[in-house]
């Protein structure tokens, strides 16, 4: 049974840092590309970056340039480096794969920008 578990969101202001983490288990971790979506309350669940098993990345482009996702295939986990953050990244932040056509989701994480 495929699982993700995310960690490391909070409160931080306007302009700090944050760095997501989800661990991955029940699955051949390094051949499946991985997602950070986020959702923030009353919008739909939005892709925010991805990256391949050949560690291609791609980002949505309102985080361009401030936020970096990688991966230690190693751990087994994928992570989501968050800077400059801006209070409209405000939102629950969920781990995803894509595993035998079916979409698998961690239990997501909160992250709150604010002063």
């Known amino acids: 049974q495929v699982q993700l578990v995310e960690s490391g969101g909070g409160l931080v202001q306007p302009g700090g840092s944050l760095r997501l983490s989800c661990a991955a288990t029940?699955?051949?971790?390094?051949?499946?590309?991985m997602n950070w979506y986020r959702q923030a309350p009353g919008e739909q669940r939005e892709l925010v970056a991805a990256?391949?098993?050949?560690?291609?990345?791609s980002y949505t482009n309102s985080v361009k340039g401030r936020f970096t996702i990688s991966r230690d295939n190693a751990e087994n986990t994928v992570f989501l480096q968050m800077n400059s953050l801006k209070p409209e990244d405000t939102a629950v932040y969920y781990c995803n794969v894509v595993f035998r056509g079916n979409d698998i989701w961690g239990q997501g994480t909160q992250v709150t920008v604010s002063s």
């Open positions: 029940g699955m051949i971790f390094s051949i499946y590309t």
């Open positions: 990256i391949t098993r050949s560690f291609s990345t």
